[in-house]
């Protein structure tokens, strides 16, 4: 049984592991170097560091307790505390008595590195720091070095852009940031950015810092702008903040104190606004949900300006201490932080009243319509009850548009004004000259007699250049129920007579008419026969007038053919004369025994043709053959004398 628990106390150390045993007797603690094996006795414990004291190990195990080396790559470096007074000593395999150590003190072991650690020391593995361009890390004095300025607690900056690795020397710390990092992004400057930086003692700055040349005192604030690259802190100040440019639109603004003066100015965009913090600040304006409903804005960021839109038609009054001004839209008025829109109340109801105001900012400039009833009673004592809508526009005059907010209950002063004169205009008439012309009436009074050109004066107000252009009465009702029915039976009468008035004229007007076109029937068929006669007139001259032409030309032709005629008979004629003197120039060149002999045979033919022919003609005449041939004979040129022609007869005889 003993033999067992010796077993169990027995401890194994490997290789690169260490152990503490405290003796209980002494208190002594003792390092343990592994390859070892630790036979604790029963005044023996492990014990480990816990914050600033020695305890046991927990946990049954027998490994309990043993730690392994504290390592570190070449890329890492150990922050020892409370090394060794004697830098030379090393631990050793086995059993290694306490050592004196420097306590307080802090030094750094870069790597690669392997070691125990002596009873009392504290030791963290750091990876080593990359650094980028932008990036730096904050370095802490924590004791003497030698080749650095400045005390205990002196920081410096070291910057990416000098070193891309860095590994601290002994006396020096690197100091973490809140979430245990180390690397910090630098600030990066651009043209719309800007650091507003605090200086933490005074110093004087150089021309090659990265702050103007200059003297500088602790607590001063100094804001950099209009540059771009990276801003890396340093010991002498520390930045605030980073201040980015706050873009503004059309309808944009921002309000900015002045911290010197006090005074807050209005920044109105369009534009890109970066504020200097050491020299302004950007403040907002209290607003409520009232205030933004009656000036008409839906949407605000209380970081921006008050921006009022003005609608076409319509104006308001911008008031601040000491002025006032006139805004006519359509346009965006973006207010100062001091100033307001005057507000407008308005009496409502029908009739009008002041019970009911109706608060706006917002006043419309033409094409105003106001209602109202209005109580009236006549000369006869007859109450009514007018409905009207009246029609007013603000005019503009030069520098007078402020007289528009003067009143700021425009509709009470229209409608208890025009309510008297509509009073006094209805005492002056009667009921039945009210019935029938109560419109006329009312518009009279208000907007003045028609002039010539058919149009009224209207009615100005001087105290707001108000204007009214024109009233529309809309009903008038009788309030004494019998004077309505006796006007109701009245008009009734007066309608049927102008019913049966204008039955009888529009029968006169058909009877007229129908005569009318009867009368026109009849002169259209006058007028038809006329200009029939009148065409057949017309046909009868052109006929004459053809006839006459047709005559004419046949007069000329007949003319024409008879001197063509005589032409031609007396070119045969004298071709005939020519033909005969040509013949007789013949006979006259013959023999005359040849002549003699051609007139016998001549005359025989002729008695031979007379003899076959004269028979027929003859039996046909009833005459004797002798007969007819005297008288054929003598028809002939020759003559019955002649001797063929007497030849002839002879043989025609016989």
């Known amino acids: 049984m003993a033999e067992r628990e010796i077993r169990e106390r027995d401890i194994l150390v490997a290789a690169n592991e260490f152990a503490y045993v405290q003796d209980l007797t002494k208190g002594d603690i003792v390092l343990y170097v592994g390859p070892t094996k630790i036979s604790l006795s029963n005044t023996e414990r492990l014990v480990e560091l816990r914050g600033a004291r020695f305890a046991p190990t927990r946990g049954d195990e027998s490994s309990a307790g043993v730690q392994a080396f504290v390592a570190a790559t070449s890329a890492q470096y150990i922050v020892l505390d409370n090394p060794p007074r004697d830098p030379a000593v090393r631990p050793v395999k086995g059993s290694n008595s306490a050592v004196e150590l420097l306590v307080g003190r802090r030094v750094v072991v870069p790597g690669p590195a392997t070691f125990p650690l002596w009873p009392g020391q504290r030791a963290r593995v750091i990876d080593g720091h990359r650094l980028r361009e932008g990036e730096y890390l904050v370095v802490r004095v924590v004791e003497p070095v030698e080749a650095e300025d400045g005390p205990i607690g002196t920081e410096h900056i070291v910057r990416g852009a000098e070193v891309s690795f860095y590994v601290p020397r002994t006396g020096l710390e690197v100091v973490p940031l809140a979430d245990g990092g180390y690397v910090r992004q630098a600030f990066c400057l651009r043209r719309n950015t800007g650091i507003h930086i605090r200086a933490v003692r005074s110093f004087t700055?150089?021309?090659?810092?990265?702050?103007?040349?200059g003297e500088y005192q602790a607590g001063q604030d100094l804001f950099l702008a209009g540059r771009e690259g990276y801003f890396f802190p340093t010991d002498r100040f520390e930045v605030v903040r980073e201040v980015s440019a706050i873009p503004l639109a059309d309808s944009e603004g921002l309000y900015v104190r002045d911290l010197e003066s006090g005074r807050i100015a209005t920044v109105v965009g369009p534009t890109t606004f970066l504020p200097d913090p050491t020299r302004v600040a950007v403040v907002r304006r209290e607003t409520w949900p009232e205030q933004l409903a009656l000036y008409g804005v839906t949407a605000h960021l209380p970081e921006r300006a008050l921006s009022v839109v003005v609608p076409p038609n319509h104006a308001v009054m911008v008031t601040a201490k000491g002025r006032r001004e006139v805004v006519r839209g359509p346009q965006v008025r973006i207010l100062d932080h001091d100033e307001e829109l005057e507000v407008l109340a308005l009496s409502t109801g029908r009739p009008k009243s002041d019970e009911k105001l109706l608060s706006t900012c917002y006043l419309q400039l033409e094409g105003n319509k106001v209602s109202d009833v209005v109580r009236l009673a006549t000369a006869d004592h007859v109450t009514l009850e007018v409905s009207v809508s009246y029609r007013v526009s603000f005019i503009t005059r030069e520098a007078a548009t402020e007289k528009w907010f003067h009143v700021k209950n425009y509709v009470g002063l229209l409608c208890d004004h025009l309510g008297s004169l509509l009073r006094a205009a209805a005492r002056s008439a009667g009921i039945e000259a009210f019935h029938s012309g109560g419109t006329e009436i009312l518009r009279?009074?208000?907007?003045?007699?028609r002039?010539?050109?058919?149009?009224?004066?209207?009615r100005l107000f001087e105290e707001n250049d108000m204007w009214l252009y024109d009233l529309e009465v809309l009903d008038i009702q009788i309030l004494d129920e019998e004077v309505e029915e006796l006007l109701a039976d009245a008009q009734r009468t007066a309608i049927l007579f102008e019913i049966e008035c204008k039955k009888e004229e529009m029968r006169r007007q058909t009877q007229t008419l129908r005569e009318e076109v009867s009368r026109?029937?009849?002169?259209?068929?006058?007028?038809?026969s006329q200009a029939a006669a009148e065409l057949e007139t017309a046909r009868r001259q052109v006929a004459l007038a053809q006839a006459r032409g047709e005559a004419e030309a046949t007069g000329i032709r007949a003319e024409a053919q008879a001197a063509a005629a005589s032409r031609q008979q007396e070119v045969a004629l004298r071709a005939m004369q020519a033909e005969v003197a040509a013949f007789r120039e013949q006979m006259a060149a013959l023999h005359p025994e040849l002549v003699a002999t051609l007139k016998a045979l001549g005359n025989r033919q002729v008695a031979a043709e007379l003899t076959r022919n004269l028979a027929p003609l003859a039996i046909l005449g009833g005459d004797s053959v002798a007969e007819?041939?005297?008288?054929?004979?003598?028809?002939?040129p020759l003559g019955p004398g002649s001797s063929p022609a007497g030849a002839?007869?002879?043989?025609?005889?016989?």
């Not at 009279?444 to 007699?449: H, P």
């Not at 002039?451 to 209207?458: H, I, Q």
């Not at 007819?628 to 002939?636: C, D, K, T």
């Open 205 to 213: 700055a150089g021309a090659g810092d990265q702050i103007p040349p």
């Open 444 to 449: 009279a009074a208000v907007l003045g007699e």
């Open 451 to 458: 002039r010539a050109d058919g149009k009224r004066a209207g």
């Open 520 to 528: 026109q029937i009849h002169q259209a068929e006058i007028a038809t």
């Open 628 to 636: 007819v041939a005297e008288r054929l004979l003598g028809a002939l």
């Open 648 to 654: 002839a007869l002879a043989v025609a005889k016989r």
